[in-house]
């Protein structure tokens, strides 16, 4: 039932009056109304260092506020702030600290009364990776427009946090590449199998993978495996061990 504006309570106009009353909206250019926290940097900070991004250099987090008409004003104030135990936060700069190895922690940024806040995990540093499996193998099709392989991967660790015992490193990015002499016959994809994609970020287990897509199409000659390379970096630097060679190898149905 539509109900016609006439017909509403007076009580209820009388208290939409007030909210009204009580509330100045911020209408200028230079006024925010909104703050959206950006994607960070990186899914994790390791312990013991600030949080970087892929190329290892140290990255703050940041916000972007908003005025009335959608626009976005320019250096906003933003008080940064620790929610959780694993991090600390330069409250002015915002440079995010790893204390204790959590699964996740929030980071709290303020712009005059407006709050928002993004999770970040804190993790070991990287210092090895091995492969998942020493090979792996997929059968395809030239009648399968899908020809698709199951995941392939590396573990990453580290390996002194404890005295022998090497301790899996979750959340943190790993790159694949298909060697080039392959790229022309398969991609990497994520897990569905379609989307593009040559980043994974490791589980709980120290796990990143991903999957190959054969154009069968292109397939000549003496072909029959593909090689994927993963590579690992902290601070800049790739960690012992990378690249990983993987070998997929190519078997008609």
């Known amino acids: 039932m539509i109900r016609r504006s006439g017909s509403f309570p007076l009580t209820l106009i009388g208290a939409a009056t007030a909210i009204?009353?009580?509330?100045?909206?911020?209408?200028?250019?230079?006024?925010?109304?909104?703050?959206?926290?950006?994607?960070?940097p990186s899914p994790s900070v390791v312990v013991g260092d600030s949080l970087r991004d892929s190329l290892g250099v140290v990255r703050a987090p940041t916000v972007t506020a908003f005025n009335f008409s959608g626009d976005e004003v320019a250096n906003p104030p933003v008080v940064f702030l620790a929610l959780d135990r694993g991090i600390r936060v330069d409250s002015t700069t915002g440079i995010v600290t790893g204390d204790?190895?959590?699964?996740?922690a929030r980071i709290s940024a303020r712009v005059e009364g407006l709050s928002v806040?993004?999770?970040?995990?804190?993790?070991?540093?990287?210092?090895?990776?091995?492969?998942?499996?020493?090979?792996?193998?997929?059968?395809y099709s030239l009648l399968d427009t899908l020809n698709v392989s199951?995941?392939?991967?590396?573990?990453?660790?580290?390996?002194?946090?404890?005295?022998?015992?090497?301790?899996?490193?979750?959340?943190?990015?790993?790159?694949?590449?298909?060697?080039?002499?392959?790229?022309?016959?398969?991609?990497?994809?994520?897990?569905?199998g379609v989307t593009r994609s040559t980043l994974d970020t490791t589980d709980a287990s120290?796990?990143?993978?991903?999957?190959?897509?054969?154009?069968?199409?292109?397939?000549?000659?003496?072909?029959?495996s593909v090689v994927v390379h993963a590579f690992v970096r902290y601070r800049g630097?790739?960690?012992?061990?990378?690249?990983?060679?993987?070998?997929?190898?190519?078997?008609?149905?």
């Open 20 to 40: 009204l009353a009580c509330t100045e909206i911020p209408t200028g250019a230079d006024e925010i109304l909104s703050v959206q926290f950006n994607p960070l």
């Open 100 to 104: 204790s190895v959590r699964t996740g």
């Open 117 to 139: 806040s993004a999770q970040i995990a804190v993790t070991l540093r990287p210092d090895s990776i091995a492969r998942l499996n020493v090979s792996d193998s997929l059968l």
């Open 150 to 192: 199951s995941a392939i991967g590396v573990k990453v660790f580290n390996t002194t946090a404890k005295v022998d015992t090497a301790q899996a490193v979750g959340s943190y990015l790993v790159s694949f590449l298909v060697d080039p002499a392959d790229s022309i016959v398969g991609r990497l994809v994520a897990d569905a």
């Open 206 to 224: 120290g796990t990143a993978s991903r999957r190959v897509r054969i154009d069968a199409t292109k397939l000549r000659g003496q072909i029959d």
């Open 237 to 253: 630097a790739i960690v012992g061990g990378t690249p990983v060679r993987l070998v997929l190898k190519l078997k008609p149905k």
